[in-house]
């Protein structure tokens, strides 16, 4: 009785250890984004344009996009939204967090329309700026905002982002967000 | 069972192979996407954005604001002006108080 209970234990220990490094390759990929594109040989549902775009902003690249600069907690996805809005021509975002720019361009006077899901996929398709965004709430602190730039996979927008992962094509990972086009 | 087996077995128990991927990364990265944003003061932002956003955080006060009419004042300049109003002296006063 004693010397199985002693060997029953003795297997368990020898079964448990996993190498840490494989645990985290196996969550980067379940979550599903790519943190850079190949601009020569882009994901399938994204736009090439706004993959251009997305590049310019230096989302793997611009230190001060990194999440924890300039100190822990703190990431940029308000200031990625507002450097890829620039180059449409568009400069409303700037100086606003994440929070703000939701609840601006929830303001139909400011010329950002709420639309569904499969309008900002189809708007970023064809090349236009497309924002997926969530105002701050009880569970969230802060506010999220990521770049419609393509459709990952049927139906589901493909997001190009700074936040607590900095990718150029992905899925969005908060709250059901709401999705707008500029005219 | 030795001395000191059933502790030993209980520091394994919480090592779990099977966790999902997700969960496994929650716990170690804690949310995702909710970090503090670098942001300007509000008294460098465009005063025409900010009323934007101000019209939607607070609707029911802009729309107060918007729909208030402005106090109505007496207005004696115009009062004076009106014509063919009787002149009455201030002695025909005094004669009818008497």
């Known amino acids: ?183 | 069972m030795w001395p000191g087996t059933e502790a030993y077995e209980d520091s394994t128990a919480t090592l779990d192979e099977d966790a999902p991927a997700d969960e496994v990364d929650e716990l170690d990265d804690g949310p995702v996407d909710d970090g503090a944003q670098l942001c300007a003061d509000e008294s460098e932002i465009d005063p025409h954005i900010l009323h934007l956003i101000r019209e939607v955080e607070d609707p029911v006060g802009y729309e107060k604001f918007e729909r208030k009419a402005p106090p109505t004042l007496p207005q004696p300049d115009r009062a004076r002006s009106v014509p063919n109003l009787p002149k009455v002296k201030s002695s025909a006063f005094k004669r009818i108080l008497r």
């Open chain 1, 1 to 183: 009785m004693t010397i199985q209970s002693t060997q029953r234990t003795q297997r368990q220990h020898v079964a448990k250890p996993r190498p840490t490094v494989q645990k985290k390759q196996v969550t980067k990929k379940a979550k599903g984004y790519i943190s850079k594109v190949d601009l020569a040989n882009l994901p399938k549902g994204m736009n090439p344009k706004l993959a251009e775009k997305v590049r310019k902003i230096g989302l793997t690249t611009d230190k001060s996009l990194q999440p924890g600069y300039p100190k822990p907690g703190t990431t940029h996805c308000n200031e990625a939204a507002q450097k890829y809005a620039k180059q449409f021509g568009y400069d409303g975002f700037k100086g606003l967090n994440a929070d703000k720019m939701n609840k601006l361009m929830s303001n139909p006077k400011s010329g950002w329309h709420k639309v569904t899901e499969a309008e900002a996929i189809q708007a970023a398709k064809d090349g236009k700026m497309a924002f997926a965004s969530v105002p701050a709430s009880k569970g969230h602190a802060h506010g999220h905002i990521a770049a419609v730039t393509g459709e990952y996979a049927p139906g589901v927008a493909g997001i190009s982002q700074a936040g607590s992962d900095n990718y150029e094509f992905g899925t969005w990972r908060r709250e059901t967000p709401s999705f707008f086009v500029r005219d």
